[in-house]
């Protein structure tokens, strides 16, 4: 099984930007953090840019290179993106949203998801643990998923 995660603007600033909100882990803890959890359970493929169309291109590679499924941080882009959005429809991939932060008890402006249209879940609030969260429910549901197909 392959997995993409793809993570949006400012999350190469873990540990450093506002570390009361988003913790001392670093990006690079992060990365070392998802890897090690995958080990053993799936193919793992780390993305990560402050540039829409790169996170437009890294989804549409999900289909390209036949990744089973995406878990992506859209950073603030979460709040903008309709195109992230679109980009997500159109692969046809399972994805889940994942925010370090609990964005549900922020400001106003960050209680629009476009991307959550698109996704069959998503994960907040659990720091960095949630991407790991997310990868147990993407292999569960992409597993449920064949299982319905072979049994079909």
Known sequence: MK???????????????????YG??????????????????CEVTLK?????????????SAYFE???????NPGAYTHT???????????????IEVHISDVSSREDFRQISYIRAACIKTVSGCGTQGYLMAIDYLIKHIEEERNERYNK
């Open 24 to 41: 001392r882990e670093t990006y690079s803890d992060l990365e070392a953090k998802i890897k090690d959890y995958c080990h053993g359970k």
């Open 3 to 21: 997995i993409l995660v793809i993570n949006g603007p400012n999350l190469n600033m873990l540990g450093i930007r506002e570390p009361e909100r």
């Open 66 to 72: 036949n990744y089973d499924g995406i878990v992506i």
């Open 81 to 95: 993106s309709i195109a992230l959005l679109d980009a997500v429809k159109s692969v046809m991939k399972p994805c």
């Open 48 to 60: 990560q840019s402050n540039h829409e169309g790169d996170l437009v291109d890294y989804i549409q």
